[in-house]
C-alpha cells in the first residue's frame, strides 16, 4: 500500500480537520489551489500550449472551454517530442505530493481517442507526466506517460479497458500522486476505485495542468490539496487573453 494510500486510509478513521474537504483526505493536506472557473479573470491564472484555444463559458455555472475548428486550425504548437498539443498549466505553483479533483467533460462526438488529459510533475515541455483518459484503451490511448527527452512512454501497470465520456457530460476525475513512492492513481466517477496504476520517480515537483492530447472539452471545479506547494511562476507558454 502506497503511502498516500494509507493515509487515506487512515484518515478516514481520523476524520479530516475542515469539513469542506473531501473524505479521505490525507493528514497534513490542506487545500492549495482553488478555482471553479466561473468568471472569465480566471484565465489569468493559467498558461497554455496554445492560448487561443482557451476561453470562459459563462453557461451551466462557468467554465474553462478548450474548442478550436479541427478542420481549419493550424496548431502553432510543435513540441520536439510526440506528446499532447493543447493544455493549461496552473501558472504560479509547483506541487510535490498532492490530491487533484476536478470536474472534466469532452464536447466532441465519442471515438476511440476521444480524451482529456492531466499534467503533472511538468518541468518542462520536454519533461512531464500526463494522464490521457479516453473511450478506449491501447498503447497510445488511456494509459499514463511520460515524456522524458523523447517521445511519450506509456507507464501503466494497471488500466481498464476506457471510459464512457459521452458528450456534454461533467465527471469527477482525481489523481492522487506520492513522490516518494513513486506511485501516481487516477479515478473517473468512482473515487474509491482507480481506473490507472502507475508508479515511477522520474520528476519530483513540477506544475500541475488539465487539456487533450488534439480534441475538445471542457474544465470545471478545480482543488488540489497536498501539505505545501511552491510559489513559482512557469517560465514557459503564454495566458489565455480574459475576454
Known amino acids: 500500500m502506497t503511502r498516500v494510500v494509507a493515509l487515506l486510509a487512515a484518515s478516514l478513521l481520523a476524520g479530516t480537520a475542515n469539513a469542506a474537504d473531501p473524505a479521505g483526505l490525507p493528514a497534513g493536506y490542506k487545500l492549495l489551489y482553488d478555482q471553479s472557473f466561473s468568471k472569465p479573470d480566471a484565465l489569468k491564472d493559467l498558461v497554455a ?5 482557451w476561453k470562459h463559458g459563462s453557461d451551466d455555472g462557468g ?3 478548450l474548442a478550436y475548428d479541427k478542420k481549419t486550425f493550424k496548431c502553432p504548437y510543435a513540441p520536439k517530442h510526440r506528446s499532447p498539443l493543447y493544455f493549461a498549466l496552473i501558472a504560479d505553483k509547483r506541487f510535490t505530493d498532492f490530491v487533484l479533483d476536478l470536474e472534466l467533460q469532452s464536447t466532441i462526438a465519442p471515438y476511440g481517442h476521444q480524451d482529456m ?6 518541468t518542462s515541455p520536454e519533461k512531464y507526466y500526463y494522464t490521457h483518459i479516453a473511450k478506449a484503451a491501447d498503447p497510445r490511448a488511456h494509459n499514463i506517460f511520460v515524456v522524458n527527452d523523447a517521445d511519450r512512454t506509456n507507464i501503466a501497470k494497471e ?3 476506457g471510459v464512457e465520456w459521452g458528450r456534454g457530460t461533467w465527471h469527477k476525475v482525481r ?3 506520492d513522490t516518494a513512492s513513486g506511485s501516481i492513481e487516477v479515478y473517473f466517477d468512482d473515487l474509491t476505485k482507480p481506473i490507472m496504476r502507475a508508479t515511477d520517480k522520474t520528476f519530483g515537483a513540477g506544475y500541475v495542468g488539465f487539456g487533450s492530447f488534439d480534441d ?3 474544465v470545471r471545479n478545480v482543488k488540489v490539496y497536498g501539505p505545501t506547494a511552491e510559489e513559482k511562476r512557469v517560465g514557459f507558454f503564454q495566458p489565455p487573453a480574459v475576454k
Do not use: M
Request: a positive charge; one cysteine or more.
Open 63 to 65: 467554465y474553462l472551454d
Open 49 to 53: 500550449t496554445v492560448p487561443a484555444v
Open 159 to 161: 488500466t481498464t479497458k
Open 216 to 218: 475538445h472539452g471542457r
Open 175 to 177: 489523481l492522487v500522486r
Open 117 to 122: 488529459c492531466l499534467f503533472y510533475g511538468f
